[in-house]
């Protein structure tokens, strides 16, 4: 299929606009910039703080100053992207992360490491990350036509560099040290804010007289008034906490014992090209019930842990965790269309934040738990309750009528106020 040339058609047969408008390729530039640079943080970090004495220790806590700095901040950044348009703000943290980058490559390539600017550096890159992600979701609709199309086009993309990015930065900081991937890491930043200032919309912006607390309460109120959206939040909190939270750190664990560091890099592999094959299915399927046929993608992820728990050896290994990367990339592409279609523009930036920091929250606290869980119940015996309890919480989707019966809006200009709420 060539996305150039492929069009869709409305109930009318006329055809629509294709993908790849100019808007759309420099958001698309955007996006796969800076997720590549994101996906090499992670390396360079480990390998830069290992190599200054702070062990790993040190690097936890740099990755969660990070996360905790995310998870604090993502509710002020929904509220500002409705208040000054998410694009400025998605720009204007872009300059903050390359400054924020750029310093922590000086740090590095001159050799005078401080674990406490490091730690506050990245704590700054968080709230600067808060700024930036509500945007994320509220730009699609602007920049394509083809909504569900562009969030598959935008996963894959984000699961390719997620396979490349950590490769990318292992050869570039054996060659040259971590410095030189930090500042590559923040040329990334730097070429998405160029590309994000040469879009051409025009954004809503919330009513500017309400005051920054009535807007946050305004958010949440947005939040809570829609069933299917608190309904799948809800259950997530579980599905993030005790599945894929927990399934990572101890999964990970297994497989080093049984496998070998070289086995796990081959699982985290597959784990990437299943979401681009996740991605790509996202794109052609097109149900009336999209978050109903989007719960498969829960029950396939849910697959993960348990198969870690059999010491299975690298070719069931790689097949079910290539099955759990598509089950989680096709319900990110099913998802994050659903919220992007059924909330106003004008609402989208600060109902978005809401979900993003559920989902850390529940992420980080099932991270903080892996531990302790897996020396209670035994490392196994977790991986196979995670998955009994990822299969439940996927029924549970299916068995909330307002979840199962949502229906997707038709394909056409979106739809505003009471014509979304569901």
């Known amino acids: ?7 869709r058609t409305d109930k009318g047969g006329a055809p629509a606009a294709t993908l790849w408008t100019t808007n759309f390729r420099l958001y698309f530039g955007a996006r796969t910039s800076s997720l590549l640079g994101d996906a090499m943080l992670p390396v360079a970090l480990s390998v830069g703080l290992l190599e200054a004495g702070y062990g790993s220790g040190g690097v936890g806590y740099a990755l969660g100053a990070w996360m905790g700095a995310l998870a604090l901040c993502m509710l ?4 500002l992207a409705d208040r000054f348009t998410p694009r400025r703000m998605m720009v204007l943290a872009d300059l903050a992360r390359l400054l924020i980058q750029a310093a922590m490559a000086a740090m590095f390539i001159t050799g005078h490491t401080s ?6 550096l990245q704590f700054l890159s968080g709230c600067a990350t808060a700024l930036f992600q509500p945007g994320v979701a509220s730009m699609v609709p602007q920049v394509a036509t083809d909504v569900q199309r562009a969030n598959g086009v935008l996963r894959i993309a984000e699961s390719t560099a997620g396979v490349l990015g950590p490769a990318l930065a292992g050869v570039l900081v054996g060659l040259s040290g971590a410095g030189t991937v930090f500042a590559i890491y923040a040329a990334t930043y730097g070429i998405s804010g160029l590309c994000l200032l040469g879009l051409r919309i025009k ?3 919330a009513d500017a007289s309400e005051s920054f607390l009535r807007q946050l309460s ?3 109120t947005e939040f809570r008034s829609r069933p299917w959206l608190w309904g799948v939040i809800s259950t997530f909190l579980l599905y993030g906490c005790f599945v894929a939270g927990v399934s990572l750190p101890v999964g990970a664990d297994l497989v080093v014992d049984e496998l070998g560091s070289t086995g796990l890099a081959i699982g985290m592999a597959a784990l990437g090209g299943g979401g681009v094959i996740g991605g790509m299915v996202a794109i052609k399927v097109r149900s009336s019930r999209p978050l109903a046929v989007g719960s498969v993608g829960w029950a396939l992820y849910a697959l993960s842990p348990v198969v870690t728990a059999v010491r299975p050896n690298i070719v069931l290994l790689a097949f079910v965790w290539a099955l759990a990367g598509a089950g989680l990339a096709f319900w990110a592409v099913i998802w994050t269309t659903t919220v992007q279609t059924q909330i106003p523009p004008e609402l989208l930036n600060r109902v978005y934040a809401y979900d993003v920091a559920g989902s850390l929250l529940s992420m980080a606290l099932g991270r903080s738990l892996a531990g302790p869980l897996a020396s209670l119940a035994g490392q196994r015996t977790l ?3 995670a998955t009994v309890l990822g299969l439940l ?4 989707l299916l068995a909330v009528p307002a979840i199962r019966q949502l229906r997707a809006l038709p394909v056409g200009p979106l739809p505003t106020g009471d014509d979304r709420r569901n």
């Not at 002020?76 to 509220?79: A, I, K, Q, T, Y």
């Not at 919480?393 to 549970?396: A, F, T």
């Open 115 to 120: 674990l406490l600017a490091v730690v506050a």
């Open 383 to 385: 991986m196979v309750l």
């Open 218 to 220: 305004t958010g949440w």
């Open 76 to 79: 002020f950044g929904g509220v």
């Open 393 to 396: 919480c996927s029924g549970l």
């Open 1 to 7: 299929m060539s996305t150039e040339t492929d069009l």
């Open 203 to 205: 954004s809503a912006v």
